[in-house]
């Protein structure tokens, strides 16, 4: 997989005119808007804003700020800012970048939506935007097949955890009596107690989970790296796979506190960390690596979410700042790297720091943070999270093993995405040879990498900004905020700190036996991704099987299924319904009775038996005259008159159409067909039975019979019905009349004997 | 099929069924038949001259298209349920004129039942012309 | 009678089913003749059946006088015999324009549009 845009070289800063420049100006205006919130925020203050918008459904676009949706507001619209800048270099000239900064644009405002909403609905609502748009922007490069393939996969998984999450929701506002967050919020007590608690936890812990692609909803994250680098950069790791992270921060206060949580995301969390972390440093390509420590930083903030320590949560809320600030630093350089060098494999890149020393120093900066040297804000993280693990009641050293062996990895990942390419000697010569990024690439890396060293150096800044609101925000109290600290003294965490130096030194060192070792390790392991395939591919093969076996294309199969529901329907209808005494009675039968009812029979049974058309067509005539007898006899003239016009004009058409047709092939004994016609013969009998057992409604009859003569001035009750009671029913069947005979003559006259 | 028996008898037959095709449907509101019988009546015979002279000769007799007919029918059938309007009534209400009537007789019922009625005749009249010199003509 | 007539309706719509199912468009076609028969007599022995005495009010009187038989079903039967030739038309051109066209009277054949080969 590469990105598609580093085929064309020597981007142009600023090549999209005003459609490149107009979303960083929006993005960078909503960045300040936000900042200007900070001091009310900062000072313990919770911003709310509200509007109508279906208000006979109660729903509301309802919008809270608080520390935690303030931090991810500011962190998605200032690393959007970013990105977008850079993308208008990096995609300069894409004869699509309109779309592009489009998408990305919408995505970013659907993320804030997201983080902004104070209602169950509108947070669903901006959640599944955002699984459109991410999809949109994975699937930017739609020409290539693994891009389609990799956006519809991270569709898939997203937006069925989207389902479950839509399901806990509803459950949630059923359980709370209302969707306004911030009121759920404040009865957690009752929620967790709920009979509904298990169910509504599991169903949003699954639109979390595949969301932030946590163990085992992890495979998508990788694949979505078919985007282009930008779009990994904002979405893969700053903003869209944290929306599972938010939602569960946000949660946070009204669920947590149970051992269902608390083990949940411990044990996912802290699985994700280490597998994601071992996972990072078997791969060679460099975005893809980063996309793996992407995963381990989600699993390492779903551990500590599951806590509810003040350690915990000051290292969460610490590392979400530090991680995205030099996550988004790196996925840019490397996207630097691959623009310049047209590579992006770790083993063929080499002495770049003498062709982009800014890019290489910004790599540095970000690389340190990440690997958690001091004095950078990755120190102060990585201090917290040793703290917030050994704050874990139950299982401090667990916790604290898992979160050392990822820290140590992340630390060689570092080395290796960072370090490497810029300061060893090349191994061989690259597809492009290498050059600095014009400025607009540069700026994002830089600042944000920048941001990483500053606040690592005045680290009560961002703890009186930042990281105590979304405390407060988590815990509900000023209290429990741990402070920041580059030198704490020489505690636990310290300890662990220089274990973690040593030991991922050591992995950087030996990083390439290790990768081979890995390497076969994990080819051992069944893969996910490839059992995603076999399960679509076993999808498409249900679907093909079921559509075989419904819609066979076989007439004859349809009319069987056809009359075997009207079977299944009249018979549930009997059993349902159950029938009354019939009333059998053949005495009253005379010999002209049985005679005309031997007429019909016979006739029906030669239309079945003969294998000659002209047999079958004079059986058909009898039964349709031994009709007409019964009319005769039983006081219909009219009726009987018309039916045996008809059956004469019947025997023309038969004439003109029928004899030119082939000849009846014998037809062989069907027994299923055979069983079914008896089955619904029988049946169409019995209910017939039925009817004539019930007492007849005359009221109709009665009417028409009184109101005939004095009303509508006819002796004959039948013709005075048609065309004078029913005369409306009448019109509507003379119209039918006219459209068949009109159909008839079309389909003649338009396809005139043509045979193909 | 060519028969000068049948050919030269079918004229009058032809006759005879229209006539006939006519007093079935006039007698219809008392006695059985109407509309339909009529109609079909008709066709029938139109349907002999067509098979004993040919579909084109019985076109000719019969001068108008028999799909125009058939919506010539369906036309005067809706004016004669729409009519009724007129009078304030409700559609498809029947609306009745007696010529001549006195104390002991109705004189001479004229209806917008009875254009209903040949709006039916029409139609089905038209409907089965229209099938049959069709598939005379095209099968 | 009505007894009578109620099985042989029965027998009647199923020999037209056993025809309707043969998977040939001829014996479809009787199939269905014989089910527009078997669906009018149902409505008309749904009325009840009255031997020998037309719903026709007699010269002079207002009335019927006596018992005559049920109206009602007959208007409905008339109509529906009309529409089922109408019907019984549509189908036979049908029929014929498949076989000109496709040569064949057996719908399993007619695959112009999903050609068997076709199917995964």
């Known amino acids: ?756 | ?139 | 009678m009505e007894t009578l007539l109620a099985l042989t309706i029965g027998a009647l719509t199923g020999a037209a089913i056993y025809l309707m199912l043969a998977g040939n468009l001829m014996r479809f076609i009787f199939g269905l003749v014989l089910i527009s028969n078997a669906a009018n007599l149902t409505i008309f022995a749904a009325g009840r059946l009255t031997e020998g005495a037309p719903p026709l009010i007699a010269e002079g009187a207002d009335t019927l006088t006596g018992t005559a038989a049920n109206a009602l079903p007959q208007a409905l039967v008339l109509t529906a015999i009309v529409i089922g030739f109408g019907l019984f038309a549509f189908a036979i051109v049908l029929v014929f324009r498949a076989w000109t066209t496709l040569g064949t009277l057996e719908p399993d054949e007619m695959r112009l549009a999903e050609p068997p080969e076709a199917r995964p």
């Open chain 1, 1 to 756: 997989m590469s990105a598609p845009a580093s085929e064309s070289a020597a981007p142009a800063p600023l090549g999209n005119g005003w459609v490149g420049v107009l979303p960083v100006v929006l993005a960078a205006a909503l960045f300040a808007g936000f900042a200007s919130m900070l001091p009310a925020v900062a000072a313990g203050s919770v911003l709310r804003w509200q509007a109508d918008w279906v208000p006979s459904l109660g729903l509301s676009l309802a919008v809270l700020v608080d520390g935690l949706s303030l931090t991810f507001a500011l962190l998605i619209s200032g690393i959007g800012a970013l990105v977008l800048l850079y993308s208008n270099t990096y995609l300069a000239g894409h004869p699509q970048y309109g779309r592009f900064a489009l998408y990305l644009t919408a995505f970013m405002v659907s993320m804030l939506g997201l983080v902004l909403a104070d209602d169950l609905i509108l947070l669903f609502v901006f959640w599944e935007l955002t699984t459109f748009t991410s999809y949109l922007l994975i699937g930017f490069s739609h020409e290539a097949e693994t891009s389609r393939r990799n956006a519809l996969q991270a569709l898939f998984v997203t937006a069925a955890g989207g389902l479950a999450f839509l399901a806990g929701l509803i459950l949630l506002g059923f359980a709370a009596g209302t969707t306004r967050i911030s009121d759920i919020l404040a009865q957690g007590d009752a929620l967790k107690a709920h009979a509904l608690y298990l169910p509504i936890l599991v169903l949003l812990l699954a639109g979390a989970f595949t969301k932030s692609a946590q163990v085992p909803f992890h495979f998508w994250l990788p694949n979505a790296m078919a985007a282009p680098t930008p779009v990994s950069a904002f979405l893969h790791s700053a903003t869209m796979v944290k929306a599972g992270i938010y939602l569960l921060a946000r949660m946070h206060p009204a669920l947590s506190g149970t051992g269902v949580w608390l083990w949940t995301l411990t044990i996912l969390g802290a699985v994700t960390a280490v597998f994601a972390s071992l996972l990072a440093l078997r791969q060679t390509d460099l975005k893809q690596a980063l996309a793996y420590t992407t995963l381990m930083a989600l699993g390492t903030l779903t551990l500590f979410l599951g806590q509810e320590s003040g350690y915990a949560m000051t290292a969460f809320a610490t590392f979400l700042i530090v991680h995205s600030l030099y996550k988004a630093a790196l996925f840019l350089v490397v996207g630097c790297i691959d623009k310049a060098t047209g590579t992006r494999e770790a083993e063929l890149l080499g002495g770049l720091g003498r062709a982009m020393p800014i890019t290489a120093i910004a790599a540095a900066v970000a690389a340190m943070s990440m690997a958690g040297f001091p004095p950078f804000l990755g120190f102060i993280g990585k201090e917290l999270k040793y703290a917030g693990a050994l704050a874990v009641a139950s299982e401090p050293v667990l916790v604290a093993g898992a979160v050392l062996v990822s820290n140590a990895l992340m630390l060689a990942v570092a080395g290796v995405v960072a370090f490497r390419p810029f300061w060893r000697p090349a191994s061989g010569p690259l597809p492009r040879s290498p050059g600095e990024a014009p400025w607009a690439m540069l700026s994002g890396p830089v600042i944000l990498a920048a941001l990483g060293a500053l606040f690592g150096l005045y680290p009560d800044v961002l703890q009186r900004a930042l990281v105590a609101p979304t405390v407060v925000s988590l815990t509900g109290t000023p209290a429990e905020v741990k402070e920041l600290k580059l030198w704490a003294g020489i505690n636990m965490p310290l300890v662990l700190s220089a274990t973690t130096f040593v030991l991922g030194l050591a992995f950087y060192a030996w990083h390439r036996p290790l990768r081979s070792a890995l390497e076969a390790a994990f080819s051992r392991l069944p893969s996910l991704d490839a059992g995603w395939d076999r399960f679509l591919d076993g999808l498409k093969a249900l679907a093909a099987w079921q559509t075989r076996v419904i819609q066979t294309g076989r007439l004859t199969d349809y009319l069987f299924a056809t009359f075997a529901t009207i079977l299944l329907g009249l018979a549930a209808g009997i059993m349902a319904g159950g029938l009354p005494p019939l009333a059998i009675d053949v005495s009253g039968a005379t010999w002209v009775h049985v005679a005309l009812a031997a007429l019909l029979l016979a006739g029906a049974g030669l239309t079945v038996g003969s294998a000659s058309r002209i047999a079958a067509i004079a059986a058909l005539g009898v039964v349709g005259i031994g009709t007409a007898l019964v009319f005769i006899v039983f006081g219909a003239p009219d009726v009987a008159i018309t039916q045996l016009l008809v059956e004469t004009l019947v025997v023309v058409l038969v004439a003109v159409a029928l004899l030119r047709l082939p000849a009846l092939a014998r037809d062989r004994f069907r027994p299923a067909h055979a069983a079914l016609a008896t089955a619904l013969g029988a049946t169409v009998a019995l209910v017939l039975l039925a009817v004539l057992s019930a007492p007849l409604d005359r009221r109709l009859t009665d009417y028409f019979e009184a109101a005939s003569w004095p009303e509508a001035y006819g002796r004959n009750i039948v013709n005075v019905i048609l065309v004078d009671f029913r005369a409306l029913d009448t019109f509507g069947e003379i119209a039918v009349v006219v459209i068949a005979a009109l159909s008839a003559y079309a389909l003649l006259r338009t396809t005139k004997g043509d045979r193909t």
């Open chain 2, 1 to 139: 099929m060519n028969s000068v028996i049948l050919r030269a008898g079918t004229r009058y037959l032809v006759g005879l069924l229209l006539v006939f095709s006519l007093y079935m449907l006039l007698r219809g509101h008392n006695e059985p038949g109407g509309g339909f019988i009529g109609g079909l009546t008709g066709a029938t015979g139109f349907i002999l001259y067509a098979i004993a002279c040919g579909t084109r000769d019985a076109r000719a007799a019969l001068r108008v298209a028999p799909q125009a007919i058939a919506v010539a029918g369906l036309g005067l059938a809706l004016i004669a349920g729409l009519a009724s309007a007129l009078f304030g009534d409700a559609l498809f209400t029947g609306q009745w004129l007696f010529l001549g009537a006195s104390e002991t007789d109705k004189g001479l019922p004229l209806s917008t039942v009875l254009v209903f009625d040949i709006g039916v005749y029409l139609v089905v009249f038209g409907s089965v012309l229209t099938l049959v010199f069709a598939m005379e003509e095209e099968l």
